[in-house]
Structure formats: structure tokens, C-alpha cells
């Protein structure tokens, strides 16, 4: 599902591809559900291509949304990421990733989960995995 959940450099909230033109792509906001063309110029990312930094192997963001998911119960976040200060951020992320690197994992970048994670579950966006790819037979 992460996979057409797309953040736009330049743009708050996150986007749900709905449609490819030519040189351009048609998404909508999960924000407030507006539609509009992205184009080639804009910095799109997929949900689905980033990680998170740890002390060994990088962590795909649909584990660590899951995580979060899994300590608020499925719930909107009890962390406020516009008015919580560097250590409840870094003592959030702690507990849902608790092998975080601390070096290059900025509060900004808590927070931006946070908000996400937020954002997705108001759009009713729950299931971070990847989709199981199916084997031709």
C-alpha cells in the first residue's frame, strides 16, 4: 500500500497516486482529499523506498510505522510532534525503534514519522507491509 503513498518535496502531508500523465502525475492529498499534477521537477518520494537508520541494517518505514502502530493500539499517536521537545522525540523513538541511530536520525525526522503515521491513520491507511508479490506460475 506504501507504495503510492508519496511525499512531494516542497508540500506538507502526503499524497495518494491516482493517475500517470505525460511527464506529470495526478495525486491527491490525504490531507484534505484536493487533487493536482506533480511534475517532473517536483521531489517525489514513494513511502515504500525509504528506511530508517539503525545501528546494523536500515529498517523499511512500513516496519517502523507497524511498530508505532503496534505501541498506540492502532491509535492516533499520544505524541504531539509540533509541541514535543528532542527528548520526549528521542525517547519515543526508543521505544518504537529501539536501535535507532541517534547520529543520523534527527528530531525532525521523528517528527515527520509521527505526523505520517498520524496522517495515515486518519486516511484509514493501516496496512503499512508490502504487498506479496504473487509468482507466475
Not at 500517470?20 to 482529499?33: A, F, Q
Not at 525509504?50 to 546494523?56: A, C
Not at 509541541?83 to 525526522?109: F, G, H, N
Amino acid at each position: 500500500m506504501l507504495k503510492n503513498i508519496l511525499s512531494i518535496t516542497g508540500k506538507s502531508g502526503l499524497f495518494k497516486l491516482i493517475s500517470r500523465g505525460n511527464n506529470m502525475l495526478i495525486v491527491e492529498s490525504l490531507l484534505d482529499g484536493k487533487r493536482m499534477p506533480t511534475y517532473a521537477r517536483d521531489k517525489i518520494v514513494s513511502l515504500a523506498d525509504i528506511s530508517m537508520f539503525t545501528e546494523g541494517d536500515d529498517v523499511p518505514l512500513w516496519q517502523v510505522l507497524e511498530n508505532v502502530k503496534k505501541h498506540e493500539d492502532g491509535e492516533l499517536s499520544a505524541l504531539d510532534p509540533k509541541t514535543a521537545d528532542k527528548k520526549a522525540l528521542c525517547d519515543y523513538m526508543t521505544i518504537v525503534l529501539p536501535d535507532w541511530d541517534q547520529e543520523r536520525v534527527y528530531p525532525s525526522d521523528i517528527r515527520k514519522l509521527v505526523q505520517w503515521y498520524n496522517i495515515l491513520i486518519n486516511a484509514n491507511i493501516t496496512d503499512f507491509e508490502p504487498e506479496k508479490e504473487e509468482v507466475a506460475s
